[in-house]
């Protein structure tokens, strides 16, 4: 080497790549698969007829990823048995996270993960200490595979009784769906003609309750029942606590103040106010009514149950059972005038206030604007846009039944709703900014609040 050479070498050192950023990594891979699902969907070869245009079958792809279940074309008439198979992978991907998966696959293949993927991992699962990734994924994988194979043969029975087409399809597409809460159906209109079947509510609502309570509390009463030392973790009780006083409450409200299920058997009727308070809280989207016929009251309830959603590490989307209940306790201690955040004789750590606060506000503000820019492009009223607009962003797919009436802006502003709400409005944002460093400090200034 020449003295030249060496003195190149110092003047130029080797650049290193940067570090990956998890949040964006999340926000281009979610991106990424619902542009391959696109590009499927809008092959010949996987539909059944020619309706549907280019952008209805990017919003089918984006609310099978998302795990929404807003459709502007009917699954079954639209797409055939590979179509339908595409969806089922997207929700599929969707649901567990593809990095759940992709991670999963490189466990099994090598028996470790790479640093960048690890953190990029632990950035979307979340999974509170002291959890093991490596286990976490593996009993993350391992539980789906056996409650979505348990519930297709819980609802073969039922769906070949019913004498519907396919019923092994049937079973094993509905069993995923539920599971990962996205709402798609191979019926026209959901489970409407099925609303009196007892066995159906029940398995479906198992199965999308599974799904949104979320890995945590199945870990934890896993282990409660395998190691007697384990206990229920706060985050296990926040959530089973909140899931079902949001259950009770609104099944009772909804059961008395819905109009339009009052000339029902008195089963039927609380079967039908069960499940659809069942499907807003767990953002599944299955309906067995009509939800364009619901009365006033009833669409604020729901949409406010929308808009809380299921549970962090789960499969369901909203802004979460445990922000709410967050945001619930520390306005509990400030109306008694305590110092510190306390839920069930636990002080709340202030990087999780601080983290419910700013969730709930990008959330909300997620929500007004996507309302703001859906009445900008689109007639129909505002009660059914808000609706619209609160199940988009939720992944929740209920609908007034405007979905396949927007305007191509109208679905543009949906699409990017269900993106929004799969990936996390924080996410989103933090994702836009890069980290920074702050090696100084600001002068503290009182500011009056209320």
């Known amino acids: 080497m020449s003295l ?29 698969y619902i542009l391959v699902g696109w590009l499927l969907l809008c092959l010949p070869v996987c539909r059944e007829s020619s309706d549907g245009s280019i952008l209805d079958h990017l919003f089918t792809a984006a609310s099978a990823v998302s795990t929404t279940g807003l459709a502007t074309v009917g699954t079954a008439d639209t797409y055939n048995g590979l179509g339908e198979t595409i969806i089922l992978l997207l929700i599929q991907f969707g649901g567990l996270g593809y990095l759940t998966i992709t991670s999963f696959i490189m466990l099994s293949a090598t028996g470790d993960l790479s640093h960048a993927r690890k953190k990029i991992s632990e950035s979307a699962l979340g999974p509170p200490q002291p959890y093991i990734l490596r286990r976490y994924l593996r009993m993350i994988v391992v539980f789906t595979a056996i409650i979505e194979l348990v519930g297709a043969a819980a609802l073969y029975p039922v769906f070949a009784l ?22 798609f159906s ?8 099925l609303r009196g079947n007892l ?21 934890d009463f896993y282990h409660a029942a395998t190691d007697r030392t384990r206990r229920i973790t706060l985050t296990s009780k926040i959530i089973l606590w909140s899931t079902l006083w949001i ?8 059961f008395f103040d819905e109009r339009s299920i009052r000339e029902l058997p008195l ?28 009365g006033a009251s009833s669409l604020v309830l729901l949409t406010v149950i929308m808009i809380i959603g299921a549970s962090p590490s789960g499969t369901g989307g909203g802004l979460k059972t445990t922000t709410i209940s967050i945001l619930w306790a520390q306005m509990a201690s400030v ?17 999780r206030l601080r983290a419910a606060t700013a969730s709930a506000t990008f959330y909300l503000f997620a929500l007004a604007t996507g309302i703001y820019l859906l009445s900008l492009v689109d007639s129909s009223s505002w009660p059914d846009q808000m609706f619209e607009c609160a199940s988009a962003l939720g992944t929740v797919g209920l609908s007034r039944g405007i979905t396949g009436e927007l305007t191509a802006s ?8 269900m993106f929004l709400g799969r990936v996390g409005p924080v996410v989103m944002g933090m994702s836009l900014f890069k980290p920074q460093q702050i090696t100084w400090s600001y002068p503290d200034e009182d500011v009056v609040v209320g």
């Open 247 to 254: 259950g009770m409450a609104g099944s009772i409200l909804f």
């Open 4 to 32: 030249f050479s060496f003195g190149m070498r110092l003047r130029h050192p080797v650049r290193h790549r940067p570090a990956l950023d998890p949040l964006r990594t999340i926000v281009k891979g979610y991106a990424l």
């Open 410 to 417: 109208g679905k543009g502003v949906i699409i990017a709703l």
């Open 199 to 219: 066995w159906l509510n029940f398995i479906v609502a198992v199965l999308s309750y599974l799904g949104a309570i979320g890995f945590i509390v199945l870990h």
């Open 267 to 294: 089963g039927e009727r609380w079967l039908t106010a069960c499940f659809q308070v069942m499907t807003a809280s767990t953002t599944v989207g299955f309906n067995t009514l009509p939800i364009g016929n619901v």
């Open 186 to 193: 191979l019926f026209s209109n959901s489970f409407e003609d």
């Open 162 to 183: 019913a004498e519907a087409p396919r019923p092994v399809w049937q079973a094993v597409f509905h069993s995923v769906s539920a599971f990962c809460t996205a709402g």
């Open 335 to 351: 109306a008694r005038r305590r110092e510190s955040t306390t839920f069930s004789r636990r002080v709340i750590p202030e990087s």
